[in-house]
């Protein structure tokens, strides 16, 4: 199982790093988002997510559509989430890509991830590491973002217990060597709160309860391959906009909708997967 994980922090390493030479103004979502998913593809993994571009306040779930024809401009703040599968066996890494002078925030996610892995190691306290996160993003005169977590992977499911918080918490739960879980600081310059929005591009299936619609059943037999895994709106043949409205209205599918900052202001994102070893923790991705 954990070989598994390893191999999939692997792919999103080389992706990972040839997309960060990518990112620039003029360039479209549409072209990164492909990029990033085709290439977990060649490299014998599967998507364990649409790849996630989230811009300023926008901070996750949100991936381009079908024919987006947004690119990415001068001063945007660039989040890119992405995650690789083997077997259902899952890594997940992000990163900010400052495009304006944001370098601020970027570096204080990037340090409250680095400060929070370099505590871990057996018998630590999941709630030591929201502690680390909370207090660099205090240091740096930002918040952590409270509502979004680091979290843990069961086989086709993404986010999982353990749960990490990103700020101070009283409890958490006592962190054993082989645990693999990703932390992610969201960090920002505004109330640290996201809410969602109504732009949804990204779906899961929660339920195979029976459905009467062709196009429904059509469209749960084209993502049966994914599991409980989310898929983009713009991987299905024929979205029908109704048709995927109905399925969550019905408790089949879950609906992502685009979480943005509440106080519009620009929110960083640091990622990294681990893998708890004796003495430490070992970075996969």
Not at 79 to 98: L, R, V
Request: with cysteine; proline share 5%; charged share 30%.
């Amino acid at each position: 199982m954990i070989e598994k994980h390893i191999k999939a922090g692997k792919v999103l390493k080389t992706v990972r790093e040839e997309v960060v030479k990518l990112v620039k103004p003029d360039v479209s979502y549409l072209e990164i988002a492909e990029f990033v998913e085709s290439k977990i593809r060649e490299l014998g993994a599967e998507p364990a997510f649409p790849c996630n571009i989230s811009i300023n306040e926008d901070a996750a779930h949100s991936t381009p559509s079908k024919n987006d024809k947004r690119v990415f401009r001068e001063g945007d703040l660039v989040k890119i989430d992405i995650g690789a599968h083997i077997d259902g066996y899952i890594a997940d890494t992000a990163f900010s890509i400052d495009l304006g002078e944001h370098d601020d925030l970027v570096e204080c996610a990037e340090r409250a991830l680095k400060n929070a892995i370099e505590i871990i190691e057996p018998g630590v306290n999941t709630a030591e590491i929201g502690r680390e996160i909370h207090k660099i993003a205090k240091e740096f005169g930002f918040n952590p973002v409270y509502n979004l977590t680091g979290h843990g992977f069961l086989p086709y499911i993404a986010h999982a217990p353990p749960t990490i918080y990103n700020y101070s918490v009283d409890r958490g739960v006592e962190i054993k060597e082989g645990m693999v879980f990703a932390i992610e600081p969201f960090i920002t310059s505004g109330a640290g709160k996201v809410a969602e929005r109504k732009e949804i591009q990204i779906y899961s299936v929660i339920s195979n309860k029976p459905v009467r619609m062709k196009m429904a059943r059509e469209i749960l037999s084209e993502v049966e391959k994914y599991r409980t895994l989310p898929f983009a709106k713009r991987w299905l043949k024929n979205p029908r906009e109704i048709i995927l409205l109905k399925l969550v209205r019905d408790g089949i599918l879950r609906a992502y909708p685009v979480l943005t900052e509440i106080k519009r202001e620009p929110v960083s994102q640091a990622e990294h997967t681990i893998v708890v070893r004796e003495g430490g923790a070992k970075i996969i991705t």
